[in-house]
């Protein structure tokens, strides 16, 4: 049987799926697997057991079509429990793509835990030069898209908040490198990550926090209210966007 290792440093209940599914892998995959490690919210201490996926990453010799087939039936049954189908990476893959995928690659290398195998993964570089450029794309194409989905759900009753949630949790890992642009070291919490980024940045607070809040523990922020912490987070964002692109 092969050895997983760090098994121990999950939360209990992601460790209990996780090892009997990577048994499984690793005797699918053979001497092809390089490395499994988890990566994300199992990681970083934001993992919530009903409504968090146990995210993987798999770093094979060669990722063809047939590798993936004969995981399609192992994979199909993990996600029944919550565990996304896992990234496939090669090395030469992961070499060669820190540049375009800087956000990317920093969360990986800083949140994950190696469960089998070598880990390669905390030897990724990225330029900050690049890291910049892809957190100004990723926030000013968020604005365009927030007003657009605006105008689609506007109408209806719990539009604008499902819409500013969405939105601020797939900024999360945006947020986290931009602080990076400032010579900080981001938080791992998400809510400090917010607290920290509103700090270095000049931005308003309560804004993120209010709608982090109502994500996590289903704070409501309805009606009128939603429309309103709506516009300010928009100008949170323009704001922010311009300090990104002066930096």
């Known amino acids: 049987m092969a050895e997983i290792i760090n098994i121990d440093q999950l939360p209990e209940s992601v460790g209990l799926k996780v090892r009997p599914y990577l048994e ?47 995981s399609l039936k192992l994979i199909s049954k993990g996600i029944r429990k919550r565990i996304a189908a896992p990234l496939f990476f090669t090395r030469r893959y992961i070499e060669t793509s820190a540049d375009v995928f ?37 926030i000013k194409g968020k ?6 989905a605006y105008l689609e759900v506007g109408l209806k009753k719990k539009g604008v908040e499902a819409l500013l949630k969405r939105s601020l949790s797939s900024l999360m890992p945006v947020f986290r490198n931009v602080i990076r642009l400032r010579d900080e070291v981001p938080p791992r919490r ?41 516009n300010r987070y928009l100008c949170q964002l323009e704001a922010l966007a311009e300090a990104v692109d002066k930096t």
């Open 24 to 70: 499984e892998m690793i005797e699918l995959l053979g001497n092809n697997l390089i490395t499994a490690a988890v990566y994300g919210s199992a990681v970083t201490g934001n993992y919530l057991e009903k409504s968090s996926d146990i995210n993987l990453l798999l770093v094979c010799e060669d990722v063809d079509l047939g590798t993936l087939k004969k």
């Open 102 to 138: 800087p956000i990317e690659f920093l969360e990986i290398k800083e949140n994950h835990r190696v469960l089998y195998g070598e880990d390669i993964l905390s030897g990724i570089r990225v330029d900050l030069k690049n890291l910049r450029y892809q957190c100004e794309e990723q």
């Open 143 to 148: 604005l365009v898209r927030i007003r657009q």
């Open 190 to 230: 998400k809510e400090d990550i917010l607290r920290k980024l509103s700090e270095v940045f000049s931005l308003e607070t309560e804004v993120f926090l209010t709608i982090w809040n109502d994500r996590c523990n289903d704070e409501k922020i309805g009606g009128e209210a939603a429309e309103i912490y709506l």
